[in-house]
């Protein structure tokens, strides 16, 4: 196995590897060493069916089933189908997910740890993913602004249509989004610590941080802007423009992503999603 960083903050690459073998103690364990180091790991050239997927996730923690039953895998639950492809005017599978910056599932109270995403079709153009290094742009803050934001709490709400940053984009997304506002927000501490390594990341977004504990909105939301525009600094950024048969997993303490989207309607895009369970931000 051959390990190649990336050439920004984060991020490598990972060749001479299938993952649809049994991996080693030994390959697991430089794996997941590379995991914590790098935060996202590119594998090219995967040939691998969904529960090949299934499996390699259960090694990054305990895999959730998510999204409605019939955006799932059938033989594969775990197998979340993202695209844009209809089957009898119905979407088959997730469609418009994660179009703006977030890190997965931080409106539970245990957020997201790790998220595979593997490529089955591409559009022509367009479809690429962002992830931006959230260590790296907590470590750039002011001092002061570090001081500032130690002790606070992000408010991370689920529906968008409490978010007054984001618009719902996808067809009956209104109605969708309805239903949760009832789910009361999610408070996270905003410098999170990595439970591996100890570092310190920037643990807000755009999609799900609508306002900070405690704090008037007067004066939360200049300040959430300002980390907002310090998440998307381009030097704390990596753009994957994805290949079919790219497997690529990240680490949702660390990291920020977005699906940038660019895409026709009628050009098919086939992403097969898995994710672990992470344990309470602290
Ligand atoms: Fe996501």
Known sequence: MKIQKLSGTFGAEVADIDLKEQLSEDDLEVLKQAFVDHQVLIFHDQQIEPHHQLAFSKHFGPVQKLYAEE?????????????????DGKPVGVVAAGDYWHSDLSPNKT???????????????GGDTEFAD?????????????????NLRGLHAISKLKNPRVEVTR???????????????????????HPVTGRKSLYVSLRFTIG??????????PLLDELF??????????RH??????LVMWDNRSVNHRASGGYD???????????????EPF
């Open 71 to 87: 955006h799932r895998i059938p033989d594969c639950p775990e197998v979340v189908v993202l695209t844009n492809e209809m089957s």
């Open 111 to 125: 957020p997201g740890l790790a998220t595979f995403l593997y490529a089955r079709k591409l559009p022509s153009e």
């Open 134 to 150: 959230m260590h790296a742009a907590y470590d750039a803050l002011p001092n002061e602004t570090k001081k500032q934001i130690e």
């Open 171 to 193: 067809p009956g997304g209104t109605e969708y989004y309805k239903k949760q506002n009832s789910i009361p927000d999610q408070a996270h501490p905003m410098v999170r610590t």
């Open 212 to 221: 900070i504990e405690g704090m008037d909105d007067a004066k939360a939301q």
């Open 229 to 238: 525009d310090q998440q998307v600094k381009s030097e704390f950024i990596y």
């Open 241 to 246: 423009k994805w290949q079919i048969d790219d």
């Open 265 to 279: 309607i009628g050009d098919i895009r086939r992403i097969h999603r898995t994710s672990t369970l992470g344990d």
